[in-house]
């Protein structure tokens, strides 16, 4: 089995202040340290297990520029046959020239593949929209939220994705397919300094983004970045007992969590 | 490695006999070595039991360094990828952000708010002093104190030192002992370069376990590495930090491991509350290179073990009740974090010693 | 770009969960009302519980919801409403997981533009904002062309819904039937036995505060009427009051639960490094200075165990 799983380099923001520059331009990440996007940790944990059960290989994809061979060498040391980098300077905010690119890019390369894994969604943007798009424009059936995969035949997966409150749908998806991985599918194994050492002997292909581009394929644009409002420590809720009895029940009410 | 110095192994018991966990736990030490000499597979929890207290290696008669073979199996263990979830999240997060707690390296040296003066950045110094602060110094609200109070001393005694601020990284002391060489030569090499760079010529460190392996597994520094309490002893000895009253609790004294029976730092952190009570601080039964560890070193922060048993730190807190002590005193940052719980219960405290001694100053 | 103050319509896409109408619909509604009517609603065959005096017009799609929020039957549904009412201006699914989905899926089969977890619209810009980084900013968004797909944040527009006098009509938008590719086979609730607090939605822990063992009895009959599963700080475990797989903090479980409540837990570094990230913290406390309050979004100060057992009668008695 063929596996392609896309991997992306994100900073880390937690805990972080993050400051906005210029008039609302953009955002200042150059302080911030980054690592491989949390959930594809586990799509390629997900895939590696697949085909050290079933035989193959992995191959990560990363988008992003010459930095974003980081995730491709934890990928490789973490089972992944290849790593190929889709180089691009700047950053495609808009899901849609994302997800354009990487289709012109699997067609022009030829890349064989029985299914795609991301991650859900990135940490940064939280889109959780690359993958949709991606298997709508290669014409594949598609899968988000996979909680796990429970059966794997020749031509089709069972998975079972995960909804809200617990509750998971169990579906069958014809392969090839796209899945996106949902966090605790799987337990991503711990990938050590010297494994990564090691996994920097495999080569990892670079491939020049600009030669995949459609031109004015951007379907959304940031005109803006702003803070949110500003939050005071805790508020806290007063009155008598059944007073903060009620205010309790219509904050859970509000987050979805208690009808 | 460690693997013809297994062979040499006598199965005299002494290591299993100085364990802290032995006996109430499944780990048996002895019986690990044994295992290792013939070769034999070890249950994949076990190697995560220790503590790192390092009894087992100094009392050897055989020189077998059982932690080493302790460590040689974590990082096999390591290598496979296949570790306990909080062990993996703790290493990712010192690789990420140079500590295991996972806070971001920007914050490290938050705690400088908590002093009315300025510390400068160590190239600012004329006297290249570092004060180490360590990760659970950093960033942890209840140990935050310590490197405050160490400053105060140190200003107060008009002693110039600096600090490395966000571009101080974990000395790796717990690193190495969890298993990841790797990622302790990168810290290493980190520190070291920063040491190099800024002309760093001594080294003040607030934990034993930085302490620890500055001094042993950095290689040849040339630079001088103290336990704050040295340098501190040697102030009050000076004159220049002056005890203004006297700290009035019955104050009974914890020998950290890292400071204690595995650096011989067991004087200088007694002379300081002996000046501070105004007379001797008492003693536990085991003392000294004697001492119970409170099970926080070698990874045991970042691990709860399966087993429920009663822990050291628990049976601290009973004989330090019978002997009518009111506080104990320590020297370590873990042996404040895992003595301070069980005996907030019981109505005792735990200070770290610059904590005693800032109230007297 | 469009004018929204003149939209032909605005379509929602319900989302049905085992026949009943999602609460987080009303939210897609809201901002389908704030873009201007008439607001439509899609509905799989199966939808009970619709309010049809909020929206315009109410579409009935002859499939049941396993097969209605099925991506590849969606965008066979799409395309049918889009022949037969001709194109809206916007298509509002919830930003769930079946919501996100389906959007994402439908953005890229029309080459739609698609916004997800819109939290906020801007009339004089046009702009709709959306999280990044966890809520730490925003990014005011702005969609090239019509129509424009979007997913909406639960809980940040529904104070825009408003009743019409009569109830909307239904129309039918006839069968479809189960695509090739991807089928629906059942639903899937967690198994009972070992519990895997990671995977909550809401959290109700405990902490040392509580007193005793004889407390948890009450915590946890509690957290089954709050449906919440009950996790708790490493005191509690280390007392021998909860088994070791509840605990939440550094050498336990990392959480990220839509609501922790905190109960009794003062907020020890230790245990807040291992629920820091969850979308909602509630904390009651009989401390006012407990540290838990620094980092929780709302804070009660009350004895615990009475408001617990006040908790348990009032969501009793609803």
């Known amino acids: 089995m063929e596996i392609v799983v896309f991997t992306k380099r994100v900073p880390v923001t937690q805990e972080e202040e993050l400051r906005i520059l210029g008039d609302g331009q953009s955002v200042d990440l150059s302080k911030l340290p980054h690592r491989m996007n949390d959930w594809d940790n586990y799509a390629v944990e997900e895939a590696v297990k697949l085909i050290e059960k079933g035989g193959g290989g992995v191959t990560s994809v990363a988008i992003g520029d010459s930095e974003s061979d980081e995730v491709l060498r934890r990928a490789i040391a973490m089972g992944a046959r290849d790593g190929f980098l889709l180089e691009a300077n700047e950053v495609l905010q808009d899901p849609f020239a994302r997800a354009t690119l990487t289709y012109n890019f699997l067609k022009k390369e030829n890349m064989p593949f029985d299914a795609i894994f991301t991650g859900v969604q990135a940490e940064d943007e939280q889109f959780a929209c690359f993958g949709g798009i991606l298997a709508a424009l290669l014409k594949i059936p598609y899968a988000a939220q996979v909680i796990g995969i429970d059966a794997v035949e020749k031509d089709h997966f069972v998975v079972r994705r995960e909804l809200e409150g617990g509750l998971q749908e169990r579906v069958k998806v014809s392969l090839p397919c796209l899945l996106s991985i949902q966090s605790g599918i799987n337990e991503p194994r711990y990938v050590s300094i010297m494994g990564v050492r090691k996994a920097s002997k495999v080569e990892r292909k670079v491939f020049k983004a600009s030669n995949y581009t459609d031109s004015g394929k951007s379907l959304v644009e940031i005109t803006k970045w702003v803070y949110p409002p500003k939050k005071e420590g805790a508020a806290m809720l007063a009155g008598d007992v059944g007073e903060i009895c009620s205010k309790l029940f219509a904050i859970l009410k509000e987050k979805g969590v208690y009808q | 490695m460690n693997s013809e110095r297994v062979l040499a192994c006598m199965q005299c018991g002494k290591c299993t006999g100085s364990c802290p966990e032995a006996g109430k736990t499944p780990f048996n030490i002895r019986m690990i070595v044994r295992k290792k000499q013939f070769q034999r597979a070890i249950e994949e929890d076990l190697p995560w039991y220790c503590t790192s207290c390092s009894t087992c290696t100094i009392r050897c008669p055989r020189d077998v360094k059982p932690s080493e073979v302790i460590i040689d199996l974590r990082s096999a263990l390591i290598e496979d990828g296949r570790i306990p979830a909080s062990i993996q999240k703790a290493l990712e997060s010192t690789f990420v952000q140079k500590n295991p707690w996972g806070k971001p390296r920007s914050k490290r040296a938050e705690w400088t708010g908590k002093v009315d003066f300025e510390i400068p950045h160590i190239s600012e110094t004329k006297e290249r002093r570092l004060l180490f602060t360590c990760c659970i110094q950093a960033y942890d609200p209840r140990c935050m104190v310590i490197p405050a109070n160490v400053s105060r001393l140190l200003h107060s005694a008009g002693m110039e030192f600096g600090i490395l601020g966000e571009e101080e990284a974990c000395c790796g002391n717990e690193i190495r002992r969890m298993g990841e060489a790797g990622l302790f030569e990168e810290l290493r090499e980190e520190n070291l370069a920063n040491f190099k760079e800024y002309g760093v010529n001594e080294i003040i460190t607030l934990s034993p376990h930085c302490m620890n392996t500055f001094r042993k597994e950095y290689g040849d520094l040339g630079i001088r590495v103290s336990h704050y309490s040295e340098v501190v002893q040697g102030l009050l000895e000076r004159g220049a930090v002056k005890l203004e009253s006297r700290y009035e609790k019955k104050v009974v004294y914890h020998d950290p491991c890292f400071l204690g029976k595995q650096n011989a730092i067991f004087d200088e952190p007694r002379t300081l509350l002996a000046k501070a009570l105004g007379t001797n601080s008492l003693e536990f039964s085991r003392m000294r290179d004697n001492s119970l560890c409170c099970e926080g070193g070698g990874g045991r922060m970042f691990f709860d073990v399966e087993t429920t048993y009663q822990r050291n730190s628990e049976s601290r807190v009973k004989e330090a009740l019978e002997m009518g002590a009111e506080v104990i005193a320590t020297s370590c940052p873990f042996c404040v974090m895992n003595l301070e719980d069980p005996a907030t219960e019981k109505g005792l405290s735990v200070k770290e010693v610059s904590e005693i001694l800032v109230e007297v100053i | ?318």
């Open chain 3, 1 to 318: 770009m469009s004018d929204v103050l003149s939209a032909s319509y605005v379509l929602v896409v319900a989302e049905v969960r085992r026949g009943l109408f999602e609460e987080r619909n009303l939210d897609t509604i809201g901002l389908g009302r704030l873009l201007g009517s008439p607001v439509y609603l899609l509905l799989p065959d199966n939808a009970s519980g619709v309010d049809a005096s909020i929206v315009d017009k109410v579409i009935r799609v002859g499939a049941d919801e396993g097969n209605f929020q099925n991506p590849l039957t969606m965008v066979s549904i799409l395309t049918k409403v889009f022949e037969t009412r001709g194109q809206p201006d916007f298509i509002l699914f919830t930003h769930s997981s079946s919501g996100a989905e389906c959007a994402a899926y439908a953005a890229g089969h029309f080459s739609l533009p698609v916004i997800t977890d819109v939290s906020g619209f801007d009339r004089p810009t046009g702009t709709f904002s959306k999280s990044y980084y966890s809520d730490k900013v925003f990014a005011q968004f702005k969609s090239a062309s019509s129509p424009s797909i979007l997913t909406v944040r639960s809980g940040s527009f529904r104070d825009q819904v408003t009743r019409n006098q009569a109830t909307a009509d239904t129309e039918s938008l006839g069968a479809f039937t189960a695509q090739e590719g991807r089928t629906f086979l059942d639903y899937v609730e967690e198994a009972g036995g070992a519990v895997d607090i990671t995977k909550a939605d809401f959290l109700l822990s405990v902490g040392r505060g509580i007193g005793s063992k004889d407390e948890i009895p009450r915590y946890e009959e509690l957290a089954q009427t709050m449906k919440a599963v009950l996790s708790c700080s490493r005191p509690v475990v280390d007392k021998l009051w909860l088994p070791k797989e509840r605990q939440v903090g550094t050498s336990g479980k990392t959480v990220k639960p839509k609501v922790y409540l905190a109960m009794a837990i003062s907020g020890a570094f230790q245990h807040i490094a291992g629920m820091k990230d969850a979308d909602c913290i509630i904390a009651i406390n009989k401390d006012p200075e407990a540290p838990i309050f620094q980092y929780a979004h709302f804070g009660i100060v009350a004895d615990v165990n009475k408001l617990r057992d006040k908790l348990i009668e009032t969501a009793k008695a609803s």
